[in-house]
């Protein structure tokens, strides 16, 4: 799960500097350090750390020895001034006695152990297909974004703090390539020249006050000597990819979008931070959603500043539309996702916010609310202002991903599915024992009456549908196994129409994929994208999974109208494609037009 992945809580660091110039670093002799080796490194790690149910209690757990950066590198280290040895050296000091990676959540040696280990980026390289044959309708790019460090983290590190790396299969007649690259953004490039990381972690950096207040000092001393510029942002762009506009991006929420494209013969190169024109001044949403008709893309931003919530529109000519500030929500609160239908926009104001104060009691800005009631917002997407925002209190109902929402009863009626997190005091901490049952949620406009009803009790999440069904009624979702999460055994497929007629699982097709093999979020490709009377599940669910005890990474096809969801074609990868978040899928013709 990818809630929290890049966070909106360093980009209002009171640190102002002129958005486009460009760091000034001390003088440094660069040597083109390296970025963090995979394959022997992932060993080196591995067999050092035990099993995570055979982990000692976290409170008798010894610190880990200090961490190098870029201890891995198979390059000469960079010979750096004595301002950046004076900053490492603190950096050092602050996670090996202030705040060393005690607790086993944010211990780098088990963190980044299995295939959560970071790779190092692959030029485009063929693939052979090994069971079955690609469809001519995946002529394109399945596309993947998730966390891998540039350099081993010295100290604490969560799974959502790594830099965005995107691993690419490109498809063209039946053959494929893949090809891994960081997504080159502000932050990757400042380090990659430094030779060390330079700006703390977000979700392992800030627990405490004596942490906090020691790393954030020290992020404020590197920003002033000049080793880099918050103003051109700090995001790592690690979470999603979408199509905006005739334009690929790459998204993170703490940041603005990272423009991508892929080449014709498989390579990612990045672009760069787009502002749409000077019109986004701030971070946006990793989950945009594209409505299929119109095409408008309609997103958000989030942050521990009001207006806690901000929402906006960009044209089908990526014209960004004016900003519609949200006022009546009292308190930040994470909200990584929503949904729209024909005519309104749904929000959730969950259990889980931003709490700086929680820093005084030695806990993290970000964590649960237990006492909090939490609410469904719904206003008309198109609004000028919040007048017409109205909110639902929906007792227990936590979300972090949306899959679909739409209108019934002409228009009276709003029924949004989605996984609801039934142990949210877990969140963060131990993502293990986060358990998300699919529900669908049933708003009638009209009497204010709000009505729950489960659609499968199995440990659910990143539930996808086919793309030309956003904000309608749809019958099939696709959505993947925790077991738990964050590895994923599985995927399975839904009919929501199911509990109209009765009460029972809704849960039509599964495809889990064995013993020690384990994949990511399913992607859905329409076998005729084009045809409108098409139907539903007339195409295939897409995914990475990787066999641990092989080492082997596969790219998986199956055929989304089967029961067991049967392969259709299996694709050996070259290199291990590690675990992440959201991926999509960008057919040839588009591909072309970037």
Not at 92 to 104: G, H, L
Not at 363 to 388: C, F, L, M, N
Request: charged share 20%.
């Amino acid at each position: 799960m990818d809630a929290f992945s890049s966070s909106s809580f360093l980009s209002t660091l009171p640190i102002s500097f002129p958005k486009n110039k460009s760091p000034s670093p001390p003088n440094l002799t660069i040597l083109n350090v390296s970025s963090v080796r995979i394959e022997e490194k992932t060993v080196a790690t591995t067999k050092q750390t035990p099993r995570p149910a055979e982990q000692p209690p976290e409170q008798t757990r010894k610190p880990p020895p200090p961490r190098k950066a870029a201890a891995v590198s198979r390059r000469p280290a960079a010979e750096v001034s004595l301002p950046t040895l004076i900053f490492n050296g603190f950096d050092e000091f602050i996670n090996t006695f202030i705040d060393p990676p005690v607790r086993q959540s944010v211990d780098p040696r088990h963190a980044l152990s299995a295939n959560f280990a970071p790779v190092d980026e692959l030029p485009p390289t063929e693939c052979e297909v090994v069971e079955g044959a690609l469809p001519s309708c995946l002529d394109g790019a399945y596309i993947r974004n998730g966390p891998n460090p540039q350099y081993l983290p010295r100290g604490p590190y969560h799974l959502f703090d790594g830099d965005g790396m995107l691993h690419a299969v490109r498809i063209s007649q039946g053959r494929a390539t893949l090809c891994s690259r960081y997504v080159k953004t502000y932050k990757y490039e400042v380090e990659r020249s430094i030779g060390s990381p330079v700006i703390p972690n977000v979700f392992s950096g800030f627990s405490g006050l004596t942490a906090s207040a020691a790393r954030g000092a020290l992020t404020a001393a590197r920003a002033l000597s000049g080793q880099f510029n918050p103003g051109n942002g700090i995001g790592l762009a690690n979470t999603s990819l979408a199509l905006l506009g005739g334009k690929l991006f790459a998204l993170g929420e703490s940041d603005l979008p990272y423009a991508v494209k892929i080449t014709p013969d498989g390579d990612v190169i990045t672009l760069g931070r787009h502002d749409f024109d000077g019109k986004l001044i701030m971070s946006m949403t990793a989950h945009p959603k594209i409505d299929p008709e119109t095409r408008e893309a309609f997103a958000f931003r989030y942050g521990p500043m009001p207006p806690f919530l901000t929402f906006f529109r960009v044209n089908p000519d990526g014209v960004k539309q004016p900003d519609v500030p949200i006022f009546s929500m009292p308190s930040p609160s994470f909200i990584h996702d929503f949904a729209i239908t024909k005519n309104y926009a749904i929000f959730s104001d969950i259990q889980i916010g931003m709490n700086p104060l929680d820093l005084l009691n030695g806990g993290s800005p970000v964590g649960a609310s237990p006492g909090k009631v939490p609410r469904v917002g719904v206003i008309p997407r198109y609004a000028k202002d919040e007048s017409e925002m109205r909110w639902f209190e929906v007792p227990g109902f936590n979300i972090v991903h949306a899959i679909n929402a739409w209108e019934e009863d002409e228009g009276n009626t709003i029924v949004l599915v989605a996984p609801n997190i039934m142990s949210v005091e877990h969140t963060m901490e131990r993502m293990d024992l986060v358990h998300a049952a699919v529900e669908k949620l049933t708003i009638d406009l009209k009497t204010g009456m709000v009505f729950r009803q489960p659609l499968s009790t199995r440990n659910l999440d990143f539930g996808v549908i086919n793309p030309a069904c956003v904000a309608k009624k749809n019958k099939y979702v696709y959505a993947a196994v925790g077991d738990p999460m964050p590895k994923i055994s599985g995927v399975v497929k839904l009919d929501v129409s199911v509990s109209e007629a009765d009460r029972r699982d809704c849960i039509v097709g599964s495809r889990m994929y064995g013993p020690g093999c384990f994949g990511g979020e399913p992607f859905y490709v329409a076998r005729e994208p084009d045809n409108p009377e098409a139907a539903e599940d007339d195409g295939y669910v897409v995914s990475y999974v990787h066999d641990e005890k092989s080492g082997e990474s596969k790219f998986l096809v199956m055929d989304a109208q089967t029961p067991n969801l049967d392969i259709v074609a299996a694709v050996k990868l070259p290199a291990r494609v590690p675990c992440g978040f959201h991926g999509l899928f960008v057919k040839e013709s588009d591909l072309n037009n970037l």
